[in-house]
């Protein structure tokens, strides 16, 4: 089974452009999160779609947002980059078939950096 | 709030030495989960364990074991005979039980060990 995808690997980008990051993730998986990791933050949550609705946040600004298709893959969006959000971003599905913990699988992350 | 602290940024060991990674976190929360996970260089983080709030039992899988101790809010991870493969960085992570397999980790900042040949 393959497994999660995160694309672009690498991304480079200016001051106040936009951008998009993708996560494909294994498949019949239906929960995806996404979090954020930088030197001076560390490993951060930013939000968990699950059944293209996002089921919870964490605490970035609106400048951050993401959306779930119908086939689970995610997509997340940074509005007006700021040289701050330059991290590595990774994401992470799981299946979600008990109601209790459902391991979740990384991928290999986005490596944004904002110039 | 949530906080994981793990005090250690960096640990240089040996290769067979055995190591011990620290973890100790607070949360007001009654039913709770903690977590390890291991980033290798390749970045992506790998699940290790996770414990849930009402099971203090300690766990061994192979060279691994945790210590979890909630009276003193802790959560140890050892590796017995650690090899090189084990260097990493290691992440202690906390989440409240939110029901319907859903959670919101606080990660610590991370302890990077180095196993020397």
């Known amino acids: 089974k393959a497994g999660v995808t995160q694309t672009p690997r690498y991304l480079i980008k200016t001051r106040g452009q936009q951008v998009t990051l993708s996560c494909s993730p294994i498949?019949?998986?239906?929960?995806v999160s996404w979090y954020q990791q930088t030197p001076g933050q560390g490993l951060q949550f930013l939000f968990e779609y699950f059944s293209e609705t996002q089921r919870n946040k964490g605490n970035f600004p609106g400048r951050f947002s993401g959306r779930q298709f119908s086939n689970s893959r995610s997509e997340m969006n940074v509005s007006t980059l700021e040289l701050g959000d330059s991290a590595l971003y990774l994401c992470a599905s799981s299946l979600v078939e008990t109601r209790d913990y459902n391991e979740q699988f990384f991928g290999p992350g986005t490596r944004l950096t904002v110039l | 709030a949530q906080k994981v602290t793990q005090a250690q940024t960096e640990i240089s060991v040996v290769e067979k030495e055995d190591v011990t990674l620290d973890c100790v976190y607070e949360t007001r929360d009654t039913t709770y989960y903690l977590f390890w996970y291991k980033q290798p260089p390749s970045g992506e983080l790998v699940f290790l364990i996770r414990r849930n709030s009402f099971d203090e039992q300690n766990e061994i899988s192979g060279r691994y074991s945790w210590n979890f101790q909630k009276s003193t809010s802790s959560f140890n991870f050892t590796i017995t005979a650690s090899q090189v493969v084990d260097s990493a960085v290691y992440f202690c992570a906390l989440s409240p039980w939110g029901g319907g397999g859903s959670y919101i980790p606080t990660f610590g900042r991370g302890t990077s060990l180095i196993v020397h040949p």
């Open positions: 498949s019949g998986h239906r929960s």
